[in-house]
C-alpha cells in the first residue's frame, strides 16, 4: 500500500508540473489526474485476487467517463501524465517507465511493448508491435514521439520520431526530456511547484 501511495505522490507531482495553478478546483476541472488515479486504483485491487472485479469495474468507469483504457495489469511506473486524456487504448502487455506523458488518442497496441523512462508520446501517435514470445518492441529512454507518428520498430534512447513510418529526426540531451522543459518553462514563468 505505501508503494502505491508513493507512485500517486509521484504522479500528482507530474499533474502539478503541467498545471502549476494554485486551488484545488483543477484536480476536479482537470481529467488528467483523475484518469490517472482511476487507473492507479485499478492497479491496487487487482493487487488481491478477491477485489480483481473491482478492478475491472475501475477500468470500464475510466474508458466510460475519460475515454482512457488501460487495464489494470499494464505495468506503469511512478510520476504518470495523461494530457487531454481521450482516445487513449494501453495493451495488457505493455511496460511503461518512469515519467512518462502520453497525450489523446494515442494507442500502444500489439503483445510485448515497452516504454521507457522520461518518454513523450503526442497526440495521435500509434506505437504498435508485431514482436512475438520474448522479443519486445522497445521505446529508449527520453524519446519523444512527434504526433500522428507510427512506430512500428525500435527506438533508441534520446530520439526523436515523427512521421509515418516513424523515422529518427534528431537527437537530444536526457537533460532536454519533457519534465526538465516543464521545470525550466515554469521557472522562466516564475511559476514555483
Known sequence: MSHWVETVKKDLEMFRLVHPEKGLFKYLYFPDFRAVL????????YGKRISRPLAYLCTMLNDLVHGVWIGPRVEVGP??????????????????????????????????????????????AQIISNARGERRLNIGDNVIVGAGAVVVKDVPAGSVVVGVPANIVKTIMPSDNWVEFRKRRNMEDGRNI
Not at 482511476?38 to 485491487?45: A, E, G, K, P, T
Request: glycine share 16%.
Open 79 to 124: 510520476g504518470l501524465f495523461l494530457g487531454h486524456p481521450r482516445g487513449l487504448v494501453v495493451n495488457p502487455g505493455t511496460r511503461i517507465g518512469c515519467y512518462c506523458s502520453i497525450m489523446q488518442r494515442v494507442t500502444l497496441g500489439g503483445p510485448n511493448v515497452t516504454i521507457g523512462n522520461y518518454v513523450e508520446i503526442n497526440a495521435g
Open 38 to 45: 482511476l487507473f492507479r486504483l485499478s492497479q491496487l485491487l
